[in-house]
Structure formats: structure tokens, C-alpha cells
């Protein structure tokens, strides 16, 4: 029995041991969409997840680090039973990852709990930009922000009439009305089709009947390929297209194809962005994945690491501060893809906004390229909700 | 809302009905004849939509495409056949559901290690890209006609191959009675093959039609199925003419629905009330059209068997 007891207090001895080693490496979290429903804009995402970890030679300021990456399938179920096990098993230092803001709203209250920063490679809620706002996270742009660009491009472009079309869900009327936040003319019809919907035969003859100056469209994924398909097959062509860049980035333009052409929509990044951050970026991930540009999913991905990478450089590796750690991440010291920015009250960026345009390369492919700044220096609508 | 914009939108649900018509007559044929519940049906639909695409892209021609597309489903169909479905025609149900969900799992995960998860592209064949002018005010897209040609065509087709031809008459006899017909020295087995196989070509000749004007990436033939599903509970299971009118119905109701519904709705209700139940209903009129069959015909409205 004596020897058992003995046995098992070596055994102890020995796992703790092993932790204390192991928790001298710097431990982020990243849940990855790689199946589910945003499956493509995932493996997008861990793209540049890998090129940042490539170059940063598996480090976080210059500390021997590990990144844990696993699948969620974009459940947020699934995304807090990861986040949980991230806590508690591997006792990570940051986490980021989901492509989902329901999977970014199912998993903050833990983090913030547990005191774990999350920097966001892609939503930005307005609840957490809003009254939810919490010190713990960090975004890289409220998700009506782009939307709010592309009002603003209606107005510069002129038109005068539009209609709107977005699928019936909270996100779809939420990128509705931030488009109607700075766009002055008239909305002459707003359509809010079948999530999932393969057929846009009927919405599209009542945009023709309607007589639009433009058509606004927040249709993520595969609603937004079948839509731009069938509108220019429906010779539609004439109608300018504008949208928020999740609706027409890569994903969406090598699928179309042609009839993406001359598509306006807008983001917080492009790949042709003059900054020598962003020019090195681009040219690394077009020699690691075949000459394909990278989409914006990619970008911030690759941004967030930098980010993290930065922070713990800034409070010379003594992660364990968390209040030293969450200063250096607001006021980063990195070159951001994007360029200059600042973070506002609330964690979320105050940045530029810019018009891109489907257009062709020297080489003749499809892609977005950048027009011109929307908005300037632009802050989210939610800042005066958020008391932190 | 003029004259014209009511007959394109009649038009669109033609088009939006044979379309559904394509994929449900496969479905139904295997489930009405073979007693076979076939998820993956979806899963072959996407198959014909992955291969045309990419012949399409290599090649340039379209007709080949689609044919290509056919040829390879029907292949992947016929192992399929012979190595999952021959073992479930006796089982019950619940072993087709399970053992076809766990196909389309498999497929679902086959087609991303082949082509990966990003969607496909599939252009429109450049002579039908544009629209043409049906009659002066009304240009059509060109490609949708073509659609509906096709759906017209198979369901022809359809029609005399079960009716008028000695294949046809063993399909039915297997169907109404299985026992009687071996017992009369037909082979069964030989004939629910070449239903599954003629329910894969209709499938992927569905996938191959539908991949220049839909986003051609994994999970498409799960979207597809519910309504194809609604169409063949309306249309009586196992029934092809049964699956015609319903498909012709859903297509009808879904694209009124969506057309003047929320217009409607908005004329005699508040707009924020309008504005939130007209988009509802429309999401829903195909299934309360379903309700409605099922309350009045519980068995469909063509019930294949007696």
C-alpha cells in the first residue's frame, strides 16, 4: 500500500514536472473553421494562421511558443467545449480563431472569466463593440463598418436609388442598416430572401422591375455565388453591384468568375495596399500557396498573430501580467497589414476604410484591386454604448 | 406590377420547378420502386456538378461536360450500388437513412481531399451567358431556357421509358410487386440496378445543368434535397408524374411566394410588420403547401402504390 502511495506521489511529481515545463511555452488557442458552414473562408483563415506561425518561426516575441489548432465545424457548441478544453487542459495565454460571430459571442464570456485575451481574426460583433464590450477583447473591424463604407460609396458614386437584398437572419438586417447609416439616397426596395437559398430568378425581377441606380448585397458564401451568377445571366449586367468585402473577396470571385467583374465592395484591407508589411505579406503567401492572392480572411489572420507576437515582446515575455499584456495589445507596436491604426474605447479599430473593385491583373486574373479610401480614420457606430 | 412582370415571374417558376423536377425524379424513382430511402442522391448531385465543372473548365465544352459528368456518376453510382445499397433493399428505413447519411459524409469529405473546400468555379457556356429578348421589355436569361428545355425533355423521356418501353414494364412490375415478378423469371436485382443508375444520371445531370447558375461547393446537395424531399412527399412517393406536378407546384407557390407576397403585404399591413412577415412566409409557403397535400391526400397526390 506504502509503495503505491509512493508510486502515485512519484507519478504526481513527475506530471507536474512535465506542466512546469511545458508551461514555460507561450500556449495560443486557435479554433478553426475547417468544416462547417465556413468551411472555405476557415482554410483561408488557417492559411495565413500558418504563414504568420512560419515566420515568426514558431515564436511570440522571441519566446518558444505553441500554437494549438483544432476544428470546431463552425458550431458554436462545439467552439465552447474547444474554448473549455483550451482553459483547462492546455491552459492557453490568447486565443483567436472563429470565422462566425455567433461562435465569437458563444465563447467570450468564458474567455473574459478566465482572463485569456481573445483577438478576433474576423468578427466583429456590435455587442462587443456595444454594451458587452469587454477589456479582454480585441477586434479588427466592427462588422457594420464595411457596410457603412459601401453607403458611403453609393453616395460618392451617385446613385440614387437602391435596393437592398440580404438573407432573413439578425446579420442579414444588420448589414442592411449599416449600409443605410451613411447612404443618403433612396432605398427603393429591401429583399430579405431564404437563408440558404439556391434560386434568385423572382428577387432578381423585382430588382429589374424596380429600376435600381445600384444594388446593394450582403450574401455571404454560396448565396452571394448563385446570386452574381444569376443576376448577370438575367442581364442585369448594366445595374452596378456593391457589397461588403465578405461578399465579393476571393472565395466568392474564384467561383464566379467573369461575371464578378466591375463588382464594387469594400474592406479594411486589400492585397495591393501600398506598406511594406502587407507588400512582404502578399508576395510570401503567393509563393507558399500557388500564386493565389490572399483574401482578407487570410490577412487578419496573419495580422493577429503579428499582434500577439508584438504584445508579448513589448512586456519582455511576462505573459502571466495580464494587465501589461492587454496595454501593449492596445496600443500595438507591430506593422499592421492594414497600415496605421488605433483602438478605440471599446478594443475596436479606428481605421481606413477602402473602395475595391473587381478587375483583372497583369496576368488576367480576377481579383479585387484597390480603387481609392472610403473612409477615413472611421470609428464604429456602438463606441458610446461601451462603459469599460 | 404589369402583365410582363407577372409572366416572367410564372416563368421563373417553371424554370425553378423542373429544376427541382430533375433532381426529385431520381429520388423518387429509387425510393418508389426500390423502397429505398437514398440520402446521398444529393450526394451524387454534387458529383455531376464537381465533374462538369472541371471538364468544362479544362475542355471549353459544355455538352461534353455534362456528358462526362453522367458517365462518371453513373460509375460511382454502380460501386455504390454494389457495395452499400444492394445490402439495404430488404433493411428497413432507418438502416438506408443511417448507412446513406454515412455516405454523404464520405462524400462530402472525398470531395475535399480531392478538389478542396473552396467553391468551385462553373461558368456559364459563353453562347448562353447573356439573356435573350423573349418579347420586347422582357429579356430572359438564355441558360434558364435551356433549363427548362431540359427538364421538359426528361420528363419525356421519363415518361415513355415507363410506359412505353419492355424496361419500363419490368421497373413497374418490380415496383408493385417484387415477389411475383421474380417468380415470373424477372431479375430484380439486375433491374433495381439500372434504376439506381438511371436515378444517378438524373441526378447528375441535375448537377452538371445547375453548376453555372449555383455555387458549385461541398454541402450543395444537402441544400437541394430538402426540397427535393418536399416535392416527392406532395408529388406520392415513387410516383414520376407524381414528382412533374409537385415539382411544377413547389417551383409555382416558392416563387409567388417570394415574388408577391411581401409586396402584397405591404400594401394593406404597417411596413415594420410587413417588412418581417412577408420574407417569413415566403421562407415557408413550400411547406405549408406540403401541410396542406398531406392533410387533404396523406399520401401524396399521385400515390404509386394502392
Known amino acids: 500500500m506504502l509503495q503505491m502511495k509512493k508510486l502515485s506521489v512519484a507519478l504526481a511529481l513527475c506530471g507536474a514536472a512535465a506542466l512546469n515545463a511545458h508551461a514555460a511555452d507561450i500556449k495560443v488557442g486557435i479554433a478553426l473553421d475547417l468544416s462547417g458552414p465556413f468551411s472555405a473562408l476557415g482554410a483561408e483563415a488557417r492559411d495565413?494562421?500558418?504563414l504568420a506561425i512560419e515566420k515568426l518561426g514558431g515564436k511570440l516575441g522571441g519566446q518558444p511558443a505553441e500554437f494549438i489548432r483544432n476544428d470546431f465545424g463552425g458550431n458554436p457548441e462545439q467552439a465552447n467545449q474547444l474554448v473549455a478544453r483550451f482553459l483547462q487542459r492546455d491552459g492557453i495565454d490568447f486565443f483567436t480563431g472563429p470565422i462566425g460571430s455567433n461562435a465569437a459571442l458563444a465563447v467570450g464570456p468564458a474567455l473574459f472569466a478566465a482572463k485569456v485575451p481573445y483577438l478576433s481574426a474576423n468578427p466583429g460583433p456590435s455587442a462587443y463593440a456595444g454594451e458587452k464590450c469587454n477589456p479582454y477583447f480585441f477586434a479588427q473591424y466592427q462588422n457594420d463598418t464595411y457596410d457603412e463604407a459601401a453607403g458611403k460609396v453609393a453616395n460618392e458614386k451617385g446613385y440614387r436609388n437602391v435596393v437592398l437584398i440580404a438573407p432573413n437572419?439578425?446579420?442579414?438586417?444588420?448589414?442592411?442598416?449599416?449600409?443605410?447609416?451613411?447612404?443618403?439616397?433612396?432605398?427603393?426596395?429591401?429583399?430579405?430572401?431564404?437563408?440558404?437559398?439556391?434560386?434568385?430568378?423572382?428577387?432578381?425581377?423585382?430588382?429589374r422591375a424596380a429600376k435600381p441606380d445600384a444594388v446593394f448585397f450582403f450574401l455571404p458564401g454560396a448565396m452571394g455565388i448563385n446570386f452574381v451568377k444569376q443576376f448577370v445571366g438575367g442581364g442585369l449586367k448594366e445595374v452596378p453591384l456593391i457589397a461588403p468585402g465578405f461578399s465579393a473577396d476571393e472565395d466568392v470571385i474564384q467561383a464566379v468568375g467573369e461575371p464578378m467583374l466591375g463588382v464594387l465592395n469594400t474592406a479594411h484591407?486589400?492585397?495591393?495596399?501600398?506598406?511594406?508589411?502587407?507588400?512582404?505579406?502578399?508576395?510570401?503567401?503567393?509563393?507558399?500557396?500557388?500564386?493565389?492572392?490572399?483574401?482578407?480572411?487570410?490577412?487578419?489572420?496573419?495580422?493577429?498573430?503579428?499582434?500577439?507576437?508584438?504584445?508579448?515582446?513589448?512586456?519582455?515575455?511576462?505573459?502571466?501580467?495580464?494587465?501589461?499584456?492587454?496595454?501593449?495589445?492596445?496600443?500595438?507596436?507591430?506593422?499592421?497589414l492594414r497600415g496605421e491604426f488605433q483602438y478605440g474605447a471599446n478594443n475596436f479599430p479606428v481605421q481606413n476604410y477602402y473602395l475595391r473593385e473587381v478587375g483583372k491583373d497583369a496576368e488576367g486574373r480576377i481579383t479585387n484591386k484597390l480603387v481609392g479610401m472610403t473612409l477615413e480614420k472611421h470609428q464604429d457606430a456602438y463606441v458610446g454604448a461601451c462603459k469599460m | 406590377?404589369?402583365?410582363?412582370?407577372?409572366?416572367?415571374?410564372?416563368?421563373?417558376?417553371?424554370?425553378?420547378?423542373?429544376?427541382?423536377?430533375?433532381?426529385?425524379?431520381?429520388?423518387?424513382?429509387?425510393?418508389?420502386?426500390?423502397?429505398?430511402?437514398?440520402?446521398?442522391?444529393?450526394?451524387?448531385?454534387?458529383?455531376?456538378?464537381?465533374?462538369?465543372?472541371?471538364?468544362?473548365?479544362?475542355?471549353?465544352?459544355?455538352?461534353?461536360?455534362?456528358?462526362?459528368?453522367?458517365?462518371?456518376?453513373?460509375?460511382?453510382?454502380?460501386?455504390?450500388?454494389?457495395?452499400?445499397?444492394?445490402?439495404?433493399?430488404?433493411?428497413?428505413?432507418?438502416?438506408?437513412?443511417?448507412?446513406?447519411?454515412?455516405?454523404?459524409?464520405?462524400?462530402?469529405?472525398?470531395?475535399?481531399?480531392?478538389?478542396g473546400v473552396a467553391p468551385l468555379l462553373a461558368s456559364t457556356p459563353a453562347a448562353l451567358a447573356g439573356p435573350v429578348d423573349l418579347f420586347q421589355g422582357l429579356p430572359y436569361p438564355s441558360y434558364r431556357l435551356l433549363l427548362i428545355g431540359a427538364g421538359l425533355a426528361v420528363a419525356l423521356g421519363l415518361y415513355l421509358l415507363v410506359n412505353k418501353t419492355r424496361i419500363g414494364m419490368l421497373v413497374r412490375a418490380g415496383a408493385s410487386n417484387r415477389q411475383m415478378a421474380e417468380h415470373m423469371g424477372v431479375r430484380v436485382g439486375g433491374v433495381f440496378a439500372f434504376v439506381f443508375a438511371l436515378g444517378a444520371a438524373l441526378a447528375a445531370l441535375a448537377g452538371a445543368l445547375m453548376a453555372p447558375i449555383s455555387a458549385v461547393q461541398i454541402g450543395m446537395g444537402e441544400a437541394i434535397l430538402i426540397p427535393a424531399l418536399v416535392v416527392i412527399v406532395i408529388g406520392g412517393i415513387g410516383s414520376v408524374r407524381g414528382a412533374f406536378v409537385a415539382a411544377l407546384l413547389v417551383g409555382m407557390v416558392d416563387t409567388a411566394g417570394r415574388a408577391f407576397l411581401p409586396p402584397a403585404l405591404r400594401a394593406v399591413l404597417p411596413p415594420s410588420v410587413a417588412a418581417d412577415l412577408g420574407p417569413a412566409l415566403a421562407g415557408i409557403a413550400m411547406y405549408v403547401l406540403m401541410a396542406a397535400v398531406l392533410t387533404l391526400k396523406p399520401a401524396g397526390l399521385f400515390p404509386a402504390r394502392g
Open chain 1, 48 to 50: 495565413g494562421f500558418e
Open chain 1, 169 to 207: 437572419y439578425p446579420a442579414g438586417k444588420d448589414h442592411l442598416n449599416g449600409f443605410k447609416r451613411l447612404y443618403k439616397g433612396a432605398v427603393k426596395d429591401e429583399i430579405y430572401t431564404k437563408l440558404g437559398q439556391i434560386d434568385y430568378a423572382a428577387e432578381i425581377a423585382q430588382i
Open chain 1, 269 to 336: 484591407w486589400t492585397h495591393d495596399l501600398q506598406n511594406p508589411a502587407n507588400t512582404e505579406f502578399v508576395a510570401a503567401f503567393r509563393q507558399k500557396y500557388a500564386g493565389r492572392y490572399p483574401s482578407v480572411y487570410a490577412a487578419m489572420a496573419y495580422d493577429t498573430l503579428m499582434a500577439m507576437d508584438a504584445a508579448v515582446r513589448d512586456v519582455g515575455g511576462k505573459i502571466e501580467d495580464r494587465e501589461a499584456v492587454l496595454k501593449a495589445l492596445k496600443n500595438p507596436s507591430f506593422k499592421s
Open chain 2, 1 to 115: 406590377m404589369d402583365a410582363i412582370f407577372v409572366f416572367e415571374q410564372l416563368l421563373n417558376g417553371l424554370g425553378y420547378g423542373l429544376m427541382l423536377f430533375l433532381i426529385a425524379a431520381g429520388l423518387t424513382l429509387v425510393f418508389g420502386i426500390m423502397d429505398t430511402m437514398n440520402l446521398a442522391h444529393g450526394s451524387l448531385y454534387m458529383a455531376g456538378a464537381y465533374v462538369a465543372a472541371r471538364v468544362h473548365e479544362a475542355s471549353g465544352a459544355f455538352a461534353l461536360a455534362v456528358a462526362v459528368a453522367v458517365g462518371v456518376t453513373v460509375a460511382i453510382a454502380a460501386v455504390v450500388e454494389f457495395v452499400v445499397i444492394r445490402r439495404l433493399y430488404r433493411r428497413d428505413h432507418l438502416v438506408q437513412v443511417l448507412a446513406t447519411f454515412g455516405i454523404i459524409l464520405i462524400a462530402d469529405d472525398a470531395v475535399k481531399a480531392i478538389w
